[in-house]
């Protein structure tokens, strides 16, 4: 298989972006919500915002493609206008790259629950960095922090890993995933 990115990949992933580009936008408003909770609540479902990174490449399988897919649908969230202004681009660039290189350090070769998870789990932190450079991280206690820091991760391993996993596994039962790329045994030896 080869493994640069060909027109038709680069189209696949911006539409599955943008259409987590819209997700992520009407995800804002129950973020709002959940954050009335208190205690950093909203921070489990944060993971939402990662999700775009794991599913663009669970179904193209090539580098570059989960941070393409992360900085697209920022692009699209903020086009659809999302509340959070510049910043998200700014996010979704370094969400991708947290993805990224998860994916890099397994050669692009590991699509497994496991490896998605831990690509979910890198977005959380890189974003996480990014709050720091913000500045409203520092501003916590450390058990504040550290509780905002763990379900935010848990997050990112929950709905980008495992749920972005058993999406696309279900999307791959119903052949949808053959029309862009297709089945090979290399596939189920990446599932081991």
């Known amino acids: 298989m080869k493994k640069?990115?060909?027109l038709s990949d680069i189209l696949v992933t911006?539409?599955?972006?943008?259409?987590?580009?819209?997700?992520?936008k009407l995800w804002g408003p129950l973020y709002?919500?959940?954050?009335t909770v208190g205690l950093h609540a909203e921070q489990l479902i944060y993971g939402m915002w990662f999700i775009a990174a794991t599913v663009a490449f669970l179904i193209i399988?090539?580098?570059g493609v989960a941070f393409l897919a992360e900085i697209a649908a920022a692009q699209g969230e903020f086009i659809f206008g999302g509340e959070w202004g510049v910043t998200i681009l700014i996010y979704g660039f370094v969400q991708g790259i947290g993805a990224e290189l998860v994916f890099a350090a397994f050669r692009y070769k590991r699509f497994n629950v496991f490896v998605v998870s831990l690509a979910g789990a890198a977005s959380a932190v890189a974003s996480i960095i990014l709050g720091f450079y913000y500045g409203?991280?520092?501003d916590l206690t450390l058990w504040n922090l550290m509780l905002m820091f763990g379900f935010r991760i848990i997050s990112g391993i929950v709905i980008a890993g495992i749920f972005a996993y058993f999406i696309v596994a279900a999307l791959e039962k119903t052949g949808v995933t053959n029309l862009v790329r297709p089945i090979t045994t290399d596939d189920y030896k990446a599932l081991d």
């Open 32 to 35: 709002g919500i959940v954050s």
């Open 4 to 6: 640069g990115l060909k």
């Open 136 to 138: 409203y991280a520092g």
């Open 14 to 24: 911006i539409i599955i972006a943008l259409i987590f580009g819209l997700i992520y």
């Open 61 to 63: 399988r090539k580098p």
